[in-house]
Structures are given as C-alpha cells and as structure tokens.
C-alpha cells in the first residue's frame, strides 16, 4: 500500500478548472447578481431583495411548468432505461450484424437537436407525414399534435425515447461486453437460468454505466428545450412548455433578466437536488453489493 | 431592506460603502450577494484546511448511508437554500427568520448527519 502522492499532479487540473470558470462558475455568480436586481440597463440596477424569488415560486407559470417537467423526466427515464438495457441485452456480440447494430443505434444521436425536432414535426402530420398518415388514415386515430395536448405529449415523449435511448443501449452494450466470460461460464455450471445471470451477473455490473446514462438522461431531459420548442412550440395552450422553454421565453423574449434569474437559480438547486439523490442512491446500491 | 434583521442596520449601511472593482462591475456585485459568494469561498477555504490537519472519515449519522465532511457540508447547504426557498413559496414572514432556521439545520447536519 505504499502509493507515491504527487501533489504536482494537480497542475494538470488547472485548465480544466479554468475553463469551468469561465464557462459556468462566473457566468452562474452573475446569474446569482441578477437574481436580487431590477436590471433597466447597463449600469442601471435596483435592489429587489427577494421579490423575484417569491414572484417565481408563486406563479402558476412556473408550478405547472416544472410538475410537466417533472412527469416528463419521470416518463423518460421509466421508458428509455428498461428499453435501452432490453436492446442491448438483445443486440449481436460480434461479427458484422454487431457492427451494423451499432451504426444503426448511433445515428439518432449525430442528428441535431432542432433536424429532430424538424423530422418529426413533419413525420407527425396527419397530411404528408408517414407516422401521421398512417395513425390517422390507416389506423383511423383522432391524432393531431397541434390541437391535442395529449397527442401533443406523445408525439415529444415517442421523439425523446427515440433520440435518446440509443445513448442509454451504448453505454448498457459496453457494459455487457466489458462483463469477463469467467462469469457466465460460473453462471452455466451452477445452471442458473437467463433471468437469473441478469438479475445477478449482468445488472450488478451494469451499475456504473447505468449511474451515468440515469445521471445524463436526466439532466438532458429536465432541460429539454430544442425538440419540443420546433415541434410544438410548448402548444397546445402550454401543454408541452417546459421550464427551460419558459425561462428562454422570460429571458430573452420579454428581457425580464432579474425574475429570469431567480427562475434559473430555483432550477438549477432542483437539478441538484435530483442528481446528489439519484448518485448517492446509486453509489449506495453498489457498496452493498 | 425588509430582509435584514435590524441588529445588522448599522452593518449594513457601513458595507454599502463598497464597491466592486471596475473589471468585475459588469456583474453587476451587491454588497449580500458578494457576502454570500466570500462566505461560500471561505467554507471551501476552511474544509480544505481542515483536510489537511485532520482528514475526514466516513461515519454513519441520521442519514441511510454514511458521510464524510464534504458530503454534510454540501447537505447542509442544499438543504438550507431550499429552506429559503420554501419560506419565500408559502410565507409572508421575513426571511431571516427561515436563516436562523437553516443556521439550526446546518448545524445538526454537520453534528448527527
């Protein structure tokens, strides 16, 4: 156990700690600074105190907002965990079908944000677009994301799990190539059965990748604003506005910095909040194993 | 104003006296929100201290799984902010009020957490 400790080493966090000053830890002090001001102009700033705190958390904007936002993560990560874990399990090893698996996984991920939002805008229309057409005409559905908010839902759940669960089945594949053989081969002799070397071979050694892909899927899909923003525009009425769609709207639609601020503040301690339980939780589950 | 216990007026009114250096004014500093971040540099300052001349160790508290010293600060903070902000959603009363009420958890979550 004699480890050498190089405390030299720590120079080489330096850039990295730089960096993320400059990117997020000054930018998120000045939020903190807009948050108590009336902000006019440049040089021209008001002391509020904490009006626009109590403003945020009493309006039905941001309470109906954040419940969406909260059912809308919840869907997410109910949906595109199991599924991702499912496809990896059922995807090739090896060989050629294993790499073409894996390009096919990968390609909803290279698309941008608002293409996706683009393609299924169009996909979703019941006149020229295939998935529209076909749940309308074939199907003989009553579904039109434009007027009803629950199509409305579907259609930006249905684009996320689609956008999304292929990162969730790569990290979940590397995971399951990375499980040594010595396991399974314990696992055939003892005569355990396929549900069996999941629940204790495969899941277990799961857990790292999932921890991150629970951490990221998250965190993206509490911040979710590109996709629904070009597909329905947070409509009907406000049944798909999100709170990052409504915070840009408070923002940089009506130039409202100081309330915008305190929103983004009351955001940003949510998704902490979220993210320290879903680690802690997830690290304690590996420390009992 | 309303939001700063008036044992702290006299205080308060010496510190407006203050002014961000003209690199950082584009911030837009105050006098309680440069409080806030000195008082955050300094916790940091102090836990890394600490480390050094007494290195923490995980123990079990109140909380389901063990903690260091990091971990309760960070808790006790977290927990803290949303005391605030749960006072400004449901009361009128002044704020400081839910301070002294943070002050009481922070510190039974760095004692027992």
């Known amino acids: ?289 | 104003m309303e939001n700063v216990p008036p044992f702290l007026v006299p205080l308060w009114t010496w510190l407006q006296g203050f002014q961000a250096p003209e690199a950082l004014r584009w911030m837009n500093w105050t006098i309680p929100t440069a409080l806030f971040f000195i008082a955050i540099g300094v916790m940091l300052l102090v836990m890394t201290l600490l480390e050094l001349v007494w290195p923490t160790q995980e123990r079990k508290g109140f909380w389901p799984m063990p903690t260091t010293r990091g971990d309760r600060l960070f808790i006790g903070l977290l927990g803290a902010a949303f005391l605030h902000l749960g006072w400004l959603g449901i009361t009128d009363l002044p704020l400081w009020w839910a301070s002294i009420l943070a002050l009481g958890w922070f510190t039974v979550e760095m004692r027992y957490g």
């Open chain 1, 1 to 289: 156990m004699n480890k050498t400790w190089n405390n030299a080493a720590w120079l080489l966090v330096v850039p990295v700690f730089l960096l993320v000053a400059f990117s997020a830890i000054i930018p998120l002090m000045t939020v903190v600074n807009y948050a108590f001001l009336d902000i006019f102009g440049p040089g021209e700033t008001y002391w509020v105190g904490t009006d626009w705190f109590r403003q945020v958390l009493a309006s039905d904007d941001f309470q109906g907002a954040l419940v969406r936002q909260l059912i809308f993560s919840g869907m997410v990560l109910l949906i595109e965990i199991p599924l991702g874990i499912t496809v990896a399990l059922a995807m090739p090893a090896k060989g050629w079908t294993a790499s073409l698996a894996l390009v096919l996984m990968a390609l909803p991920l290279l698309i941008p944000w608002n293409v996706v939002g683009t393609i299924w805008q169009i996909y979703g229309r019941g006149d020229i677009g295939l998935m529209g057409w076909f749940v309308t005409r074939v199907l003989g559905l009553d579904y039109n994301y434009t007027a009803d908010p629950l199509a409305a839902w579907i259609t930006v759940l249905v684009m996320d799990v689609w956008h999304w669960t292929p990162l969730v089945v790569l990290l979940c594949y590397a995971g399951l190539r990375a499980i040594p053989d010595a396991f399974y081969q314990a696992a055939a002799i003892d005569g355990a059965s396929k549900w069996k070397v999941f629940r204790y071979i495969q899941l277990p050694k799961l857990r790292g990748v999932l921890l991150i892909a629970v951490l990221l899927r998250f965190m993206d899909s509490f911040m979710i604003y590109t996709e629904p923003f070009v597909v329905t525009g947070g409509g009907p009425g406000n049944a798909t506005t999100f709170l990052s769609q409504q915070l840009v709207k408070q923002a940089l639609g009506q130039f409202d910095l100081g309330p915008a601020a305190a929103y983004s503040l009351v955001y940003f301690l949510i998704i902490l909040l979220f993210s320290f339980v879903f680690y802690t939780a997830m690290s304690r589950i590996g420390q009992a194993e």
